[in-house]
């Protein structure tokens, strides 16, 4: 069973930046694909980001050019560098497992971006 633990979140002003991480449980992290979502009240869980097991990336387009996607396999995490965050980036974070037979999700980490 795979648990998954994010962290990082928190209350940033406009323009401010976070840090999420994502620590999961179990010894064959490095192999399968890591994403991060968002989930705003009232509306659907969207990818943020995504990192496969050979470390390509893709990302949503209204987080092209702030936020990074990385993976320390060694330490079983994946992170999620926020730059220049924007009111509209507030949302519930929450970092996903795709492994072979099934997803495995976190519990997700708040932020909010406000002045």
């Known amino acids: 069973q795979v648990q998954l633990v994010e962290s990082g979140g928190g209350l940033v002003q406009p323009g401010g930046s976070l840090r999420l991480s994502c620590t999961a449980s179990?010894?064959?992290?490095?192999?399968?694909?890591m994403g991060w979502y968002r989930q705003a009240p009232g509306e659907q869980r969207d990818l943020v980001a995504r990192?496969?097991?050979?470390?390509?990336?893709n990302y949503a387009d209204s987080v092209k050019g702030r936020f990074t996607i990385s993976r320390d396999n060694a330490k079983n995490t994946v992170y999620l560098q926020m730059n220049t965050l924007k009111p509209e980036d507030t949302a519930v974070y929450y970092c996903?497992?795709?492994?072979?037979?099934?997803?495995?999700w976190g519990q997700g980490t708040q932020v909010t971006v406000s002045s």
């Open positions: 996903k497992l795709e492994a072979r037979l099934r997803d495995y």
């Open positions: 179990g010894s064959t992290f490095g192999i399968y694909p």
């Open positions: 990192i496969t097991s050979g470390t390509s990336t």
